[in-house]
C-alpha cells in the first residue's frame, strides 16, 4: 500500500492570493455608491445596517430589521476559519453620491471610477494598506465590497482596471496603485450572497453549478439574489482545507475502517484509495445547522454528515453525493442509520467502497467504510489435492470449489500459469466443466474447508462439523446426487462455531499422509486437530480423531483476514495486508507458546497490499516442479493467480520466490 499522502498533496493551503495565505486579519473596505436615478440607500437600510454587516458582532438571530442585526462579514468568516481569519476595518465610505446612471462602461471600469472617489474623499482607505510599501495595493493586500443602489443588480465580483492615484505622504508626494478585488452587490443583496461573492476575493470557486448545486450545503452553493435577509451557511469542508484552516483525518479507503466525524478544525475525514492518491478523494462532515451547529451555519437544511467527492488537476471538481442515492450536487444530508450505494469516481468508475453511519456517544458521528463485495461467491475453496498409492504425482490439482449466493456448490478447475484473461483461450486451461454446480444448500455454512482427495468438511452455525467427500469430475448436478460418498452430510464433531478461521493441512501425496486441521480460537490460540475417519456419523467427534486433538500450537492468531493451507504451509493475510508464511510439521504436541514444529521462517512476510483481497485460497502443484498456487479475489471481482516457490524467505516487497506472471487476472465476476 502507497505512504499516506501529506495534507499539502490533498490542496492544503492550495488556495492564496499572490501566496499568501488567508491568515490573520486582511483590511476591507466597504464602499456604497448611490445614484440619483435609483431609491437612495436609506430608503431600504438605515445608515448603520453597512457597518454591522461588515463588522459587527451580533447574537443571533440575525435580522435584516425589526430589529437591524444583521450577521457580520468579520464574525463570518472568523468562525469559518476557526479563529485563523477575520477581516480587519478599512473603512465604510459613503454613500458617495454619483448622479445618474447611464452609459455604464462595464463593472471594472465603473468600480475603478467609485474606488477613485474613494481615494479622493478618504485617501487613507488605502494608504494604510499597502503592506509591502510597494507602491502597489494588491489582492492579498485589500479586499473591497462595493454595494451600488442599482435596482435589480446582481452580485458579482470583479478586478477593478488598475489605476493610480497621488497622495500626500510623512515624505512627500507619493503614488499608488490600486488593482484589487471587487465583490459587488445591490440594495436587496442578501448577506449570504454579499459573503459569497466577498469569499471569492480570497480565491473560492462557485460550486452551485455542479449537479444539483449544493444548495444551502456551501457558501458557494446557489441563493436568492434579491432576498434581503440574513440566511447563513458555511463554507464547504474542501474550501475550508484549501484555504489552510482546516485538517481532515487521512484514512485510507482500503481495506475499510471507522471513524468518528466531528465539527471543528480537525474534525473531518478524508478518505483516499492508492489508486488514486491525492489525485481524487472524498471528504466526510459533520454539520449540524440550527440543531445546536455554529451560529453562522443557521441555514444548513439537517443535521448529519456531507460526502464531498473531490477531483484536483485538469477538470478539477467538488460536488456533495447527496442521500440516499449519491446525487451529484445533492442537498439531503447523510444521516445516522443511512448506508451510502457504492462510492464512484468522478468517471463513473466503482470506488469499491460504501459509508454507513451511527450515533457517536460524544455527539459525533461514526462512519463506517467497508469494501463492496463484488464476488459472486459467498465463500471458494481449494480442493486440497489429495493421496496417490505411489509417487505419480499430485491428484486433483487446480480443483476448487465455490459456494454461490444463492447456496449451490460450484466446481471448477484451472491449471494454467496465469495467462492474461484477454489471451487466447486455449492458454487459459480452464476445465470445460469449471463453473457446473454440483450440489445445493451450503449458504448456511460458517465455514467450508477442501481437505484433499475430494473431502470436504463444513461448520454448521450449531458447532457441527460436518463430512463430506465428491469424487466426481464436475459434472452437472444441483441436486447433488452425482459423486457423493453416502456418508457425505455425516456430523463428526461438534462445538467448532466460535473459531475465527479454520484451515487445513490436506492429504496430500502417499497415501499415509494425514488430515490435519487448525482452528483459531477467539483469545488468539492455535489449536491442532487430526481426523482419519470416512465421516462416519458421529456429532461426539470420538470417532477418527488423533489423541492429541484439540492441543494448543500456537498463540496471536487472531490478527488475520484470511489463512488457507497448501500442503504443510500456511499463507496468512494480516490486518496491515502483509502476506505471511508459516510451516508446521509437528504432531500437535502441546506448545501454546508456538515453538515446536514451526519452520524458523514461520511468520515471515512474503508480500504486502493483500488487504483488498476478498477471497485468498490455493494448494500445492508440482506442474513446472513443485510450488504453491494461490488464487485471489481483489475488491472488484477479479480473479488473480499467483505462484509462490519460495521457503518463507523473509521479503515484505514480494520480490523473492514468485512467479513472474503472479497477480495475473485469469477471471472477472468471482
Same mark, same amino acid.
Given at each position: ?90 473603512? %465604510? ?24 472617489? %474613494? ?25 473591497? %465590497? ?145 440543531? @445546536? ?173 460436518? =463430512? ?75 470417532? @477418527? ?31 496491515? @495486508? ?41 494448494? %500445492? ?48 465476476? =468471482?
Amino acid at each position: 500500500m502507497a505512504d499516506t499522502p501529506s495534507l499539502e498533496s490533498f490542496g492544503l493551503g492550495a488556495i492564496t492570493q499572490l501566496g499568501h495565505a488567508a491568515r490573520g486579519g486582511r483590511p476591507l473596505l466597504v464602499v456604497l455608491g448611490e445614484y440619483s436615478n435609483f431609491p437612495a440607500f436609506d430608503t431600504i437600510h438605515p445608515p448603520e445596517y453597512y457597518e454591522r454587516l461588515s463588522f459587527g458582532d451580533p447574537l443571533p438571530p440575525f435580522t435584516t430589521d425589526n430589529p437591524v442585526n444583521p450577521a457580520s462579514l468579520r464574525e463570518y468568516f472568523r468562525e469559518n476559519s476557526y479563529g485563523r481569519f477575520w477581516f480587519d476595518r478599512a473603512a %465604510v465610505v459613503g454613500p458617495i453620491l454619483l448622479g445618474e446612471y447611464a452609459n455604464d462602461p462595464g463593472p471594472e471600469a465603473r468600480s475603478a471610477g467609485i474606488l477613485k472617489r %474613494v481615494a479622493e474623499v478618504a485617501p487613507e482607505s488605502f494608504t494604510a494598506c499597502d503592506q509591502d510599501r510597494d507602491g502597489t495595493i494588491a489582492f492579498h493586500e485589500l479586499c473591497v %465590497v462595493l454595494v451600488e443602489n442599482i435596482t435589480g443588480a446582481l452580485p458579482a465580483n470583479r478586478d477593478n482596471t488598475p489605476f493610480t492615484f497621488t497622495y500626500q505622504s510623512p515624505q512627500g508626494p507619493a503614488e499608488l496603485t490600486v488593482r484589487v478585488h471587487v465583490a459587488g452587490a445591490g440594495p436587496l443583496t442578501p448577506f449570504f450572497q454579499i459573503a459569497h461573492e466577498l469569499s471569492h476575493s480570497l480565491g473560492t470557486i462557485d460550486l452551485y453549478n455542479t449537479g444539483q448545486g449544493n444548495n444551502l450545503l456551501t457558501l458557494m452553493g446557489a441563493y436568492p439574489f434579491f432576498a434581503n435577509d440574513q440566511g447563513t451557511v458555511h463554507l464547504d469542508i474542501w474550501h475550508k482545507l484549501a484555504l489552510g484552516w482546516a485538517e481532515p483525518q487521512r484514512c485510507p479507503l482500503a481495506p475499510g475502517g471507522t471513524a468518528v466525524v466531528r465539527e471543528g478544525a480537525n474534525g473531518a475525514v478524508l478518505l483516499w484509495h492508492d489508486t488514486r492518491l491525492a489525485d481524487e478523494y472524498f471528504l466526510v462532515e459533520q454539520r449540524r445547522g440550527a440543531a @445546536g451547529g455554529p451560529p453562522y451555519d443557521a441555514a444548513f437544511p439537517d443535521d448529519g454528515v456531507l460526502i464531498w467527492r473531490v477531483r484536483q488537476g485538469l477538470g478539477a471538481s467538488v460536488a456533495h453525493l447527496g442521500a440516499p442515492d449519491l446525487a451529484l450536487g445533492g442537498s439531503q444530508v447523510w444521516q445516522a442509520g443511512q448506508t451510502t450505494p457504492e462510492l464512484t469516481w468522478s468517471n463513473g468508475g466503482p470506488s469499491g467502497f460504501s459509508i454507513s453511519l451511527a450515533d457517536d456517544a460524544d455527539g459525533g458521528l461514526r462512519i463506517t467504510w467497508n469494501a463492496i463485495e463484488k464476488t459472486r461467491h459467498l465463500k471458494l475453496l481449494y480442493g486440497g489435492n489429495g493421496t496417490t498409492p505411489v509417487d505419480s504425482g499430485l491428484p486433483l490439482i487446480g480443483v476448487f470449489y465455490g459456494v454461490t449466493r444463492d447456496g449451490n456448490l460450484e466446481w471448477n478447475r484451472y491449471n494454467g500459469h496465469g495467462k492474461p484473461l484477454d489471451g487466447a483461450p486455449s492458454t487459459q486451461a480452464w476445465d470445460v466443466h469449471t463453473g457446473n454446480l454440483i450440489g445445493r444448500g451450503w449458504t448456511h455454512m460458517r465455514q467450508v474447508i477442501g481437505c484433499g482427495d475430494g473431502v470436504i468438511i463444513a461448520i454448521h452455525p450449531n458447532g457441527d462439523l460436518h =463430512w463430506y467427500s465428491y469424487s466426481g469430475n464436475g459434472e452437472s448436478d444441483v441436486t447433488g446426487a452425482l459423486g457423493w460418498d453416502p456418508n457425505s452430510g455425516n456430523v463428526i464433531g461438534n462445538g467448532w462455531q466460535n473459531f475465527r478461521h479454520v484451515f487445513v493441512a490436506p492429504r496430500a501425496g502417499r497415501t499415509m499422509s494425514r488430515l490435519q486441521i487448525f482452528a483459531v480460537a477467539q483469545d488468539g490460540d492455535l489449536l491442532w486437530y487430526s481426523y482419519s475417519g470416512n465421516g462416519e456419523h458421529d456429532p461426539s467427534g470420538s470417532l @477418527g480423531w488423533h489423541p492429541h486433538s484439540g492441543h494448543r500450537v500456537g498463540n496471536g492468531w487472531q490478527g488475520f483476514r484470511h489463512i488457507h493451507g497448501s500442503g504443510n504451509v500456511f499463507f496468512a493475510v494480516h490486518e496491515s @495486508g502483509n502476506l505471511l508464511w508459516y510451516s508446521y510439521s509437528g504432531q500437535g504436541e502441546e506448545d501454546p507458546s508456538g515453538v515446536l514444529g514451526w519452520h524458523p521462517n514461520s511468520g515471515n512476510p512474503v508480500g504486502r497490499g493483500w488487504q483488498g483481497m476478498q477471497h485468498v485460497f490455493g494448494g %500445492v502443484t508440482d506442474v513446472g516442479g513443485f510450488g504453491h498456487v494461490i488464487f485471489g479475489v481483489d475488491a472488484i471481482g477479479n480473479l488473480r493467480w499467483y505462484r509462490y516457490s519460495g521457503h518463507g524467505e523473509s521479503d515484505v516487497t514480494g520480490g523473492q520466490g514468485w512467479h513472474p506472471s503472479s497477480g495475473t487476472i485469469i477471471g472477472a465476476n =468471482w
